[in-house]
């Protein structure tokens, strides 16, 4: 049963700090998106990778956040500094570039930054 | 530009009785429409997806959904609702090619006996 794996599960940190999130899409998946979900924003696009290259990463803060693909195995996405508005359940969702495909979603990492 | 409505926040219904939750999108060229489930604490799981053909489509766990494009709707509907069907569920909107998918705020569904 092939499934996105998303770590850490959850991640308790204070403001200033650097934050790492993995994910690991499902082996042979070639689209990657990251997500964030809040109680007032609710869904909302980071960012997201076809054939491990940045195709859209416009929701995100370029001043705090990156994303990135080392390899077709891993997808990264990094907060530093961390502040108290990124609290959040960050999801990762892998998928394949064709027309009638979906998108598979993690577990999510969720971020608490005090 | 493109947008989900879900109109309700929370629905309540009792063990055994229909259930139908309302979605509403606004999108500039052909819909690729999607409902997804979460239970607390976990990812989001699809249920069903509309992309093109028959206008009702079945997905897993009993449910189905109609999409109507005069109304620009795709309601989620289940005859009979069981206990473990109380989580949060979303609907949402996106394009051909697998691309980032739009979605609505989410109704709660509560599920009393």
């Known amino acids: 049963d092939a499934r996105v794996t998303q770590t850490p599960r959850h991640k308790v940190t204070e403001m200033g700090q650097e934050v790492t999130m993995r994910c690991q899409p499902i082996l042979g998946h070639n689209t990657v998106f990251w997500y964030r979900q809040t109680m007032m924003q609710g869904l909302e696009l980071l960012a997201y990778?076809?054939?491990?290259?940045?195709?859209?990463d416009s929701g995100m803060p370029k001043d705090r956040f990156s994303a990135e693909m080392p390899d077709a195995t891993l997808a990264t996405l990094k907060i530093q500094p961390s502040e108290p508005r990124d609290s959040a359940v960050y999801f990762c969702a892998s998928g394949l570039s064709l027309d009638t495909e979906t998108q598979y979603f993690g577990p999510g990492t969720r971020l608490l930054v005090l | 530009a493109q947008s989900v409505t879900q109109p309700d926040i929370h629905i309540t219904v009792s063990e055994g009785a229909s259930l139908e939750l309302r979605c509403n999108y606004s999108y500039g060229a052909t819909p690729y429409l999607f409902w997804y489930v979460q239970s607390p604490g976990q990812g989001l799981q699809l249920l069903l997806k509309y992309f093109s053909g028959d206008t009702l489509v079945q997905g897993i766990k009993g449910f189905e959904a109609e999409f109507k494009r005069s109304q620009s709707s795709f309601n989620l509907r289940k005859p009979s609702v069981h206990w473990s069907d109380a989580a949060e569920y979303f609907c949402a909107v996106g394009a051909r090619g697998n691309t980032p998918l739009v979605f609505g705020k989410g109704t709660r569904l509560s599920v009393i006996a």
């Open positions: 990778f076809r054939n491990r290259a940045p195709l859209d």
